[in-house]
């Protein structure tokens, strides 16, 4: 049996506390699983959002998507992890990520460092909060047993490697970096890329006990009887792509609702995505196509 979907939303903007707390209970309201904050200069605090977006709503889990591991001191971050899980009820998930922003952690005043050392740094990290949260002397604790559920946001050799060994979800992006970008710049990657990179996981993760659920995160949703219109933007900032190839993006969920749903399913039998993570601009856009996917 496929594993249920599980539906999660990224909240990009930060608000007043009422403003905060209305935008959450939409969600709720429009049944995402999930409400998630990213971890960049400019958005919102990641862990103070998430104990208000727990507040105020009762059903969706919260969580970080992702933390730039780099911006933090693991017993540091032990503790806003435990806090945060006891606060919200045990509703915490921890997603971590090497951070991919070079130009945040200059402005930041934070060490970069090559490939390797920020997956060495996220390692040290995961190893770090496993100690420190796995110990029955550690204050505060977290509510959940054994651990707060893990993400990591992975696409590298190296980093699918650890995500196979210690995520309880593992996320994939769709997209790689621009080399030599400093700002995050983002390419996406085509469906048969994917599928090597999922088949790589695969095959590092088939001696695990329990097989680890699956993320995808989606960059764009239109509900649309003209999706090639509505992929104009995208198309005129990765000019080598055709509006055909476009359209195949595995981050890209374009067309009539119905079309929209046969993808969803269609990536959770081709990759084993069943937790799909669309940004907040799409969260409104994305609810029927959610609704209808429910129970299938």
Wanted: net charge negative; glycine share 8%.
């Amino acid at each position: 049996m496929p594993r249920p979907f599980r539906f999660g939303v990224n909240l990009l903007s930060a608000a007043p506390a009422a403003e905060w707390r209305a935008k959450c209970r939409r969600a709720e309201e429009l049944g995402y699983d999930v409400l998630l904050v990213p971890d960049h200069l400019g958005m919102p605090a990641p862990f103070p959002a998430l104990v208000a977006a727990a507040e105020a709503t009762q059903r969706p889990r919260v969580g970080t998507f992702v933390l730039n591991t780099g911006f933090w001191n693991p017993a540091l971050l032990a503790r806003e992890v435990a806090t945060t899980d006891a606060l919200t009820g045990g509703r915490l998930e921890l997603g971590l990520g090497t951070g991919y922003v070079r130009a945040e952690h200059e402005t930041a005043g934070l060490p970069w460092g090559s490939p390797g050392e920020r997956v060495n740094r996220l390692l040290r990290t995961v190893e770090e909060l496993n100690r420190l949260l796995g110990s029955d002397g550690h204050r505060p604790r977290p509510v959940q047993r054994p651990r707060v559920p893990l993400l990591i946001g992975a696409g590298g050799d190296r980093m699918l490697r650890l995500t196979a060994e210690h995520a309880d979800i593992a996320a994939f992006t769709g997209a790689r970096a621009v080399p030599g970008s400093t700002t995050g710049e983002l390419l996406p990657v085509t469906a048969e890329e994917l599928d090597e990179r999922v088949a790589l996981y695969r095959r590092l993760a088939a001696d695990r006990a329990e097989p680890a659920e699956l993320n995808l995160l989606i960059q764009q949703v239109a509900v649309t009887e003209d999706p090639e219109g509505a992929l104009r933007p995208l198309l005129s900032h990765v000019p080598r792509l055709s509006p055909e190839e476009a359209l195949r993006l595995p981050i890209v969920l374009a067309g009539t609702e119905e079309e929209i749903v046969e993808r969803v399913l269609a990536l959770r039998e081709r990759y084993g995505f069943s937790y799909l993570t669309v940004l907040e601009a799409a969260m409104e856009a994305f609810a029927p196509v959610m609704a209808a996917l429910r129970g299938r």
